[in-house]
């Protein structure tokens, strides 16, 4: 290695006594060589020594086993991703969870990218109106949207009113006659012509409301099973 060095050296013609600053660049400069710097270790290598080190500090032998190593790797490991955890949310803050998707599309037939709420709310003003139609129609969308926004129930293109139905009565058992009357409204006045009622529209909004605070019946399951002992 000493020759090699001395061989770059001589390369660039340096003085026959060189100065130490001038000794010391060309130090530097042989040393910069890829063939030196290959055998560095990498971050990746100081990493994995430090947690090998770690590990082996928390692997004693004591008297009380016998001489025999007690393995703590797992809880080492376990510590070591909590601190990941507690680094990453000082870093990037909680992260927002949103229970409700983003779900959008086909809707009955129409391209709809609204959500239950806005649904709901073009709902009520064409009930305030008068227009029990569109009233019926707007709120019969918004407890579909709003049972896929919980993912109990999905729309796909091709799901009929009535196909919704079934579906969500069997997620909601309690309320599967309500939905079919809902689903019969929101076929008279979409396809049939038909002008509905006040009636029908206050109908179709509760069941909206009591559905939305209402449990699926997986879930009510689920936490009867957990209470059981």
Same mark, same amino acid.
């Given at each position: 290695? +000493?020759?090699?060095?001395? $061989?770059?050296?001589?390369?660039?013609?340096?003085?026959?006594?060189?100065?130490?600053?001038?000794?010391?660049?060309?130090?530097?400069?042989?040393?910069?060589?890829?063939?030196?710097?290959?055998? &560095?270790?990498?971050?990746?290598?100081?990493? &994995?020594?430090?947690?090998?080190?770690?590990?082996? *500090?928390?692997?004693?032998?004591?008297?009380?086993?016998?001489?025999?190593?007690?393995?703590?790797?797992?809880?080492? =490991?376990?510590? +070591?991703? =909590? /601190? %990941?955890?507690?680094?990453?949310?000082?870093?990037?803050?909680?992260?927002? =969870?949103?229970? &409700?998707?983003?779900?959008?599309?086909?809707?009955?037939?129409?391209?709809?990218? @609204?959500?239950?709420?806005?649904?709901?709310?073009?709902?009520? @003003? $064409?009930?305030?109106?008068?227009?029990?139609?569109?009233?019926? $129609?707007? !709120?019969?969308?918004? =407890?579909?949207?709003?049972?896929?926004?919980?993912? /109990?129930?999905?729309?796909?293109?091709?799901?009929?009113?009535?196909?919704?139905?079934?579906?969500?009565?069997?997620?909601?058992?309690?309320?599967?006659?309500?939905?079919?009357?809902?689903?019969? *409204?929101?076929?008279? %006045? &979409?396809?049939?012509?038909?002008?509905? *009622? !006040?009636?029908?529209?206050?109908? %179709?909004?509760?069941?909206?409301?009591?559905?939305?605070?209402?449990?699926?019946?997986?879930?009510?399951?689920?936490?009867?099973?957990?209470?059981?002992?």
């Amino acid at each position: 290695m +000493i020759a090699t060095i001395l $061989a770059g050296f001589t390369a660039d013609a340096p003085p026959l006594d060189p100065t130490s600053h001038h000794a010391h660049d060309q130090l530097q400069h042989e040393l910069s060589k890829a063939e030196y710097q290959s055998g &560095r270790p990498s971050l990746l290598d100081y990493i &994995r020594q430090w947690l090998e080190n770690l590990l082996a *500090s928390f692997n004693p032998k004591t008297p009380d086993t016998g001489g025999v190593a007690i393995n703590l790797g797992p809880l080492v =490991i376990v510590i +070591i991703v =909590i /601190v %990941v955890l507690v680094i990453a949310f000082l870093v990037f803050g909680l992260p927002r =969870i949103n229970r &409700r998707s983003k779900i959008v599309g086909s809707l009955f037939g129409d391209e709809d990218e @609204r959500d239950s709420s806005t649904l709901r709310r073009a709902a009520e @003003r $064409a009930a305030a109106s008068g227009d029990w139609a569109t009233a019926i $129609a707007e !709120q019969f969308r918004s =407890i579909a949207r709003g049972l896929a926004e919980r993912t /109990v129930v999905m729309t796909f293109p091709g799901t009929t009113a009535h196909g919704f139905a079934v579906q969500a009565g069997a997620s909601f058992p309690d309320f599967a006659e309500r939905l079919r009357f809902a689903a019969d *409204s929101f076929d008279g %006045v &979409r396809y049939l012509g038909a002008q509905g *009622s !006040q009636t029908e529209f206050d109908a %179709v909004s509760s069941l909206e409301k009591e559905l939305r605070a209402a449990r699926p019946l997986l879930a009510r399951d689920l936490e009867d099973a957990a209470a059981t002992p």
